[in-house]
């Protein structure tokens, strides 16, 4: 089992930026190398939705259409850890955001997460 706590949430005005990270950790030296990572989020009365995913080296990621060109995923499997580089925040970015480890290592959908972090909130405001 892999535990995943994110960081870097807040509140920040539209066309503001915000840095979210997501460290992993697990039993036995348990790291998420060899998995894709992506990040999702839920607002208030919606659905949680696909944001991002990366793969487990890190050449090929994947957006939302509705995030593409503002925000960026990466990560450092060295640090055991995924990024989301949130620019030109908009207040329907507004929701906690959730780092995922998937079940396979080429990307994450829902259907393939494997461990979910807590959550973190971002709140935009116009």
């Known amino acids: 089992q892999v535990q995943l706590v994110e960081s870097g949430g807040g509140s920040v005005q539209a066309g503001g930026s915000l840095r979210l990270s997501c460290a992993a950790s697990?039993?036995?030296?348990?790291?998420?190398?060899?998995?894709?990572m992506g990040w999702f989020r839920q607002a208030p009365g919606k659905e949680r939705e696909f944001v991002a995913s990366i793969n487990w080296k890190g050449g090929n990621t994947q957006y939302n259409d509705l995030v593409k060109g503002r925000f960026t995923i990466s990560r450092d499997n060295g640090k055991n850890s995924v990024f989301l580089q949130m620019t030109n925040l908009e207040p329907e970015d507004t929701a906690v955001y959730y780092c995922?480890?998937?079940?396979?290592?080429?990307?994450?959908?829902?259907?393939?997460?494997?461990?979910w972090g807590q959550g973190t909130q971002v709140t935009v405001s116009s």
């Open positions: 697990g039993r036995y030296g348990r790291t998420v190398s060899n998995n894709a």
């Open positions: 995922a480890v998937g079940r396979q290592s080429h990307a994450v959908v829902m259907t393939t997460v494997q461990s």
